[in-house]
């Protein structure tokens, strides 16, 4: 019987193949790498790095004081769909300000960042 699990078994094998990788890289431009394999792991992380560093470089242009240990980088995860993601977020600490009008806002700015 097929079944979803066969099919999916079937696609990784192909993609995972000398022609199935040649095909991957003509139509999409990318080296394909099975993604339970560690390189995936880490090509994934090194990725994050980078969107850190953009996103601390644009950022830092309105907010100097953000650093990029501001920026947390989570765990890669595989999803159900098997769609891959690394989740960026900020320290939440980072995030808050003081007023500028302290009699308005006593609590100060949350979430700066989105501010901006």
């Known amino acids: 019987m097929i079944s ?9 094998e192909y993609a995972a193949s000398p022609v199935g990788r040649k095909a991957i ?3 999409h431009s990318i ?6 394999s560690k390189v995936a792991a880490a090509r994934m992380c090194a990725t994050a790095l980078k969107a ?8 830092c242009d309105v ?10 980088i989570g765990e890669p995860t595989i999803k159900k769909d098997g769609t891959a993601e690394i ?8 995030l808050f300000r003081q007023s500028l009008q ?8 949350e979430d700066i960042v989105l501010h901006f």
């Open 25 to 27: 890289k003509e139509k």
């Open 52 to 59: 850190q560093k953009i996103l601390h470089r644009h950022i």
């Open 87 to 94: 989740i960026l977020s900020f320290r939440e600490d980072a």
């Open 4 to 12: 979803e699990k066969l099919i999916m078994e079937k696609v990784k």
């Open 31 to 36: 080296d394909y790498v099975p993604v339970d």
């Open 63 to 72: 907010i100097s004081s953000i650093t990029t240990d501001d920026i947390l």
């Open 102 to 109: 302290p009699s308005k806002y006593p609590r100060g700015v």
